[in-house]
Nanobody, 121 residues
Framework: QVQLVESGGGLVQAGGSLRLSCAVSGRTFSSYTMGWFRQAPGKEREFAAA????????AYADSVKGRFTISRDNAKNTVYLQMNSLKPEDTAVYYC??????????????WGQGTQVTVSS
C-alpha cells in the first residue's frame, strides 16, 4: 500500500508564494518519478511538474515554468512544489503522484488526495 499525503495549500493573494509538500509512505521503490498535477474547477486535470529519482531531471508545464520549482528529499520520501508569483489562474486542487518505476514517459500509478490552492486577485 502506497500513500501520498499533500499539504501546504491555502489562500494567497496574487503575486504571493506557497510551498506544497507531498509525503510518500508505505511500499518503497528503488527509483521513482514524482509529479505534480492540478485540476481547476470545470477543467481537466493537467500536468504541472515532475522530477526524476535523483532530482537531476525536471519538467514543467509552460504555464508554470519560471515560477514553480519542484524538488525532492529522498531521505524524507517527500517532494515539494515551490510556487512563486502566483496568479488567479493557478487556483486549483493540486495532486502529487508517483511512477514507481521511473518509466519514460512516466505513468503515474499512485495519487494523493489533493490540496486546494486558491489565489485571489
Amino acid at each position: 500500500q502506497v500513500q501520498l499525503v499533500e499539504s501546504g495549500g491555502g489562500l494567497v493573494q496574487a503575486g504571493g508564494s506557497l510551498r506544497l509538500s507531498c509525503a510518500v509512505s508505505g511500499r518503497t521503490f528503488s527509483s521513482y518519478t514524482m509529479g505534480w498535477f492540478r485540476q481547476a474547477p470545470g477543467k481537466e486535470r493537467e500536468f504541472a511538474a515532475a522530477i526524476s529519482w535523483r532530482g537531476d531531471s525536471t519538467a514543467y508545464a509552460d504555464s508554470v515554468k519560471g515560477r514553480f520549482t519542484i524538488s525532492r528529499d529522498n531521505a524524507k520520501n517527500t517532494v515539494y512544489l515551490q510556487m512563486n508569483s502566483l496568479k488567479p489562474e493557478d487556483t486549483a486542487v493540486y495532486y502529487c503522484a508517483v511512477d514507481p518505476f521511473g518509466r519514460r514517459p512516466p505513468r503515474y500509478d499512485y495519487w494523493g488526495q489533493g490540496t486546494q490552492v486558491t489565489v485571489s486577485s
